[in-house]
């Protein structure tokens, strides 16, 4: 998908850079952190298996501290995708919390996303993209990701809850 970006006048991110947005099918997908639903969010997240028990507090302070990316419908307003990023905006970003409503899944939105994510304006001279997926490989590797160049290098600690777990909640 080609994107055309617009900018969004007189709109910026949490760290002071501007926001865009590209309409395409009756949609717009946004950097404007205004428009994120955060009901949207949390209750995304708490339905999948990265997140599904991450508190709400973490939830917020995370998309507070990220570029957040979601995808509406242009006429209503209702989120139905969405996505964040953790980037210097110079030499890296890593995408987290990728979600499709699953009422919208099948449809594009998460290819959508991505290159929307690939080619954003403020991250051109961004040269290692990360994310992580247990299940959406196929998705990712449509965009260059592959498995770690030198895993070796990577090291990582874990502190406090996984909240890979499910929650023993019904949703």
């Not at 339905?47 to 302070?61: H, I, K, L, M, N």
């Not at 592959?146 to 874990?158: D, I």
């Amino acid at each position: 998908m080609e994107i055309q970006y617009q900018l969004v006048e007189g709109k910026t991110d949490t760290l002071g850079m501007p926001c865009y947005e590209h309409r395409f099918d009756g949609l717009v997908i946004s950097s404007d952190t205004t428009k994120i639903d955060m009901n949207f969010v949390i209750s995304s997240l708490k339905q999948s298996y990265w997140a599904g028990t991450r508190p709400e507090t973490d939830v917020r302070r995370s998309w507070a501290h990220s570029i957040g990316m979601g995808l509406y419908d242009e006429k209503t307003g209702t989120q139905v995708a969405m996505m964040r990023v953790v980037t210097d905006y110079a030499v890296y970003a890593h995408a987290f919390d990728v979600w499709v409503d699953p009422n919208h899944r099948g449809k594009g939105y998460s290819k959508a996303m991505m290159s929307f994510f690939m080619s954003y304006p403020e991250l051109k001279s961004v040269v290692r993209h990360q994310l992580t997926t247990a299940d959406a490989h196929g998705l990712y590797q449509q965009f260059g990701f592959n498995h770690l160049r030198h895993p070796e290098r990577f090291l990582e600690k874990w502190t406090g809850v996984d909240s890979s777990k499910k929650p023993d909640i019904e949703l």
